[in-house]
């Protein structure tokens, strides 16, 4: 039973939405404002007894704010219809309750006017593309190639970017959920900061940043945390945060929460034992002013990347034409990623390429990988664009090295 016990709590409430059942109807009227068709998502569905949480597909999430498996969505220029899967008493044992089209009050519960069961979505499909010839849809998914089979004469395109369109531009709901994911995450920093010392684990570090995440009520991570020591501190994606940090060495954290279904992303690099070498602090200054050019220059109009007007060749320029490496070459050749990403949903969200836009959260994240040297060094924020520049929502935690070297002093 206590096994039972354990499955239900792990399965329990997938984190109720708590922004308002408004805001997901906004988004499915700005959606139908600019629809030339009919657009069809399902929501993730469920594996056999299932341990661990799984979010929803996103699409889903941000047009419906529903959490469960097995819904369907069709929008139409004048129509939305959720189809929910019936009760089954025997799983809400397990996953808790669920909410089907026949209750009472599935339509508070899910902001929708239209709720059906799942065995009419063929019905109300055929009857929607009477009237609609386009359809739109997720690419390379199950369901993407069961609608294929019953419409074989139909041209299936992609949804994606129909939807990253909209997600792209924050409304003021998930700007504040951005911000307090963001908050949360500095402040996760700072508790590892407090913690370095030489000789901790990577993984002790991590567990701090978590332990934060955790204690602030969010779900958990954004992504793998990024603990990297030493050589670590040069491999871009490291995750497996299993070396001891040693005095002399940087440690680039690249730590963040998901708090309400919202991303941020932040990376600080700091000095085991609260000194840069010279050579280190010079790489980390470098960063650091290649950052700021790039924070500088955002607005909207400019690019993150390409090969002129985008605020990743900005901030290779600076590194260009600052420093050498051992062989007296410039350092740009040393940033070997971006500069950075929208953040939203998804730490990497949903975009279509264009020029940055007012209203979008994108980070700005230059860094300098020297695995010759063992020094690595990046530092990543996040910023909102505004009408004419840029706000830096992470603005809190400090960038300049003698404020991270007395945060890390031991
Ligand atoms: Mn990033």
């Keep these: ?42 929501a993730r569905t469920e594996a056999r007894d299932e341990v661990f949480r799984v979010d929803q597909e996103p699409n889903f999430y941000y047009l419906t704010g529903l959490t469960d498996p097995g819904a369907r969505l069709l929008v139409t220029p004048s129509r ?36 059906l069961p799942i065995e009419k979505f063929e019905t109300e499909l055929d009857q929607a593309l009477s009237t609609n010839e386009k359809v739109y849809t997720l690419q390379n998914t199950p369901f993407t190639d069961k609608l294929k089979l019953l419409y074989p004469f139909r041209d299936i395109s992609d949804a994606a970017p129909v939807i990253a369109k909209l997600r792209m531009k924050k409304s003021a709901a998930e700007l504040a959920a951005i911000q307090h ?32 995440f955790l204690e602030n009520g969010c779900e958990g991570v954004s992504y793998a945390p990024i603990v990297g020591s030493g050589p670590n501190s040069t491999v871009l994606h490291y995750s497996a945060n299993h070396r001891r940090a040693d005095r002399g060495e940087v440690v680039v954290i690249d730590s963040a929460a998901q708090c309400d279904g919202y991303a941020s992303d932040i990376t600080r690099t700091a000095p085991v034992g609260g000194k840069f070498s010279p050579r280190q602090r010079e790489i980390y200054e470098i960063v650091l002013g290649a950052q700021n050019a790039a924070i500088a220059a955002a607005k909207p109009g400019i690019r993150l990347s390409g090969p002129t007007n ?12 600052h420093g050498k490496d051992l062989h007296g070459e410039p350092l740009g050749k040393y940033f070997i990623h971006g500069i950075g990403h929208q953040v939203g949903l998804q730490v990497h969200d949903a975009s ?36 004419n520049g840029a706000k830096l929502l992470s603005a809190a935690l400090p960038r300049e090295p003698d404020e991270i070297e007395k945060a890390v002093a031991k």
């Excluded at 984190?15 to 805001?23: G, I, Q, T």
């Excluded at 920093?189 to 370095?196: D, G, L, N, S």
């Excluded at 985008?310 to 034409?321: E, F, P």
Aim: charged fraction near 25%; charge should be negative.
């Design 352 to 387: 279509v390429d264009g020029p940055l836009e007012a209203g979008m959260v994108v980070t700005i994240e230059p860094g300098i990988y020297i695995p010759e040297e063992n020094i690595g060094v990046r530092i990543e924020d996040v910023i909102l664009v505004t009408e």
């Design 80 to 115: 939305e219809i959720l189809f929910l899967p019936h009760h089954n008493e025997r799983l809400e044992h397990y996953v808790g309750k669920r909410s089907s089209a026949e209750d009472s009050d599935v339509h508070a519960l899910t902001g929708f006017e239209e709720v």
């Design 1 to 42: 039973m206590r096994r039972f016990l354990a499955l239900a709590l792990l399965l329990a409430p997938l984190v109720p939405a708590k922004m308002p059942l408004d805001e997901f109807r906004t988004r499915r009227a700005n959606l139908r404002k600019s629809l030339d068709g009919v657009v069809l998502l399902a």
């Design 181 to 212: 994911a963001t908050d949360v995450s500095l402040e996760a920093h700072r508790a590892a900061w407090k913690r370095m010392a030489a000789g901790l684990y990577e993984y002790q570090l991590e567990a701090t940043l978590v332990n934060t």
């Design 310 to 321: 985008s605020l990743t060749k900005i901030a290779k320029d600076y590194m260009d034409a």
